[in-house]
T-cell receptor
Framework: GQNIDQPTEMTATEGAIVQINCTYQTSGFNGLFWYQQHAGEAPTFLSYNVLDGLEEKGRFSSFLSRSKGYSYLLLKELQMKDSASYLCAVRDRDYKLSFGAGTTVTVRA | GAVVSQHPSRVICKSGTSVKIECRSLDFQATTMFWYRQFPKQSLMLMATSNEGSKATYEQGVEKDKFLINHASLTLSTLTVTSAHPEDSSFYIC???????????FGQGTRLTVV
């Protein structure tokens, strides 16, 4: 199975940068995903990493180190609408996703 | 990009009745879909893996006779909550991946309230 850890809450100022870390232990790694979820809504896909390194997508970037069991999601130029829960999810060889508890990011003016 | 559509978005039912939730992949074929449940302020928990043309695979602790899954075509999976009870009230979400496996999309979710 997977054991996924991420911080519970983070607060940052509009326009700033926030980095959300995720560590995992897995019995069969087959990719790591980051999702954004607003309250009462379904998760929205943000990024996918399967090889080591940085993937950049606009204001969002995600990094993976498989040897360290570590990933982070970087949010740049924070906007108020970025206030949400961010979920780290690890996929196994059966294509099942296991989710971390989520990190609630609050963006303040 | 690929889209997964889930219906209904909200449903209220009486205790003891059954509710069917549909999950459709709109522009790609999904041989496998997944059903998750999410309680308030908690993360998503995998309930079962829906396999096209064969029986679903349930996670430990999930009753297969209570949560019936049918995946009759490459674009549709259904979850039926049978004999619903108030403790089944939750947010149910389906997901499917594109063929390359590089993206995993979620449906809009179904908020089930059993009264």
């Amino acid at each position: 199975g997977q054991n996924i850890d991420q911080p519970t809450e983070m607060t940052a100022t509009e326009g700033a940068i926030v980095q959300i870390n995720c560590t995992y232990q897995t019995s069969g790694f087959n990719g790591l995903f980051w999702y954004q979820q607003h309250a009462g809504e379904a998760p929205t896909f943000l990024s996918y990493n399967v090889l080591d390194g940085l993937e950049e997508k606009g204001r969002f970037s995600s990094f993976l180190s498989r040897s360290k069991g570590y990933s982070y999601l970087l949010l740049k130029e924070l906007q108020m609408k970025d206030s949400a829960s961010y979920l780290c999810a690890v996929r196994d060889r059966d294509y099942k996703l296991s989710f971390g508890a989520g990190t609630t990011v609050t963006v303040r003016a | 990009g690929a889209v997964v559509s889930q219906h209904p978005s909200r449903v209220i039912c009486k205790s003891g009745t059954s509710v069917k939730i549909e999950c459709r992949s709109l522009d790609f074929q999904a041989t496998t879909m997944f059903w998750y449940r999410q309680f308030p302020k908690q993360s998503l928990m995998l309930m079962a893996t829906s396999n096209e043309g064969s029986k679903a695979t349930y996670e430990q602790g999930v009753e297969k006779d209570k949560f019936l899954i049918n995946h009759a075509s490459l674009t549709l999976s259904t979850l039926t909550v049978t004999s619903a009870h108030p403790e089944d009230s939750s947010f149910y979400i389906c997901s499917a991946s594109n063929l390359q496996g590089t993206e995993a999309f979620f449906g809009q979710g179904t908020r089930l309230t059993v009264v």
